[in-house]
């Protein structure tokens, strides 16, 4: 399954949020927080599409400055997942 997050159109968390849960086949009442998003990518059995997955970055030259931190966070979450073999391959293009 491949997952494509265009941080071009990302202007905030909640775009961020808006764009990867419906990917995910995320259930309505997911949090959209970095604690919901470790539950569901580290924990699993929460959301309708589960790894082994990758996720694709677009964009990511135009990540907008406040989002870095966040963005820094996310790939966290990403390799958390990973190092309980989740299988989630990252990438940017």
């Known amino acids: ?11 905030n968390e909640e775009d961020f949020y808006n764009s990867i849960l419906p990917q995910l086949d995320a259930p309505e009442w997911h949090g959209r927080n970095l604690d919901a998003l470790s539950d569901s ?7 309708g599409i589960e790894p082994p997955m990758c996720i694709i970055n677009l964009n990511v030259e135009s990540l907008a400055v406040q989002l870095r931190g966040f963005f820094t966070k996310v790939a ?3 390799g958390e997942a990973n190092e309980h073999d989740r299988k989630i391959r990252v990438f940017e293009e």
């Not at 399954?1 to 202007?11: E, G, H, Q, V």
């Not at 990518?41 to 959301?47: A, K, S």
């Open 1 to 11: 399954m491949k997952i494509f997050i265009d941080w071009k159109n990302i202007a």
């Open 76 to 78: 966290k979450i990403y």
């Open 41 to 47: 990518l580290v924990g699993g059995g929460i959301n």
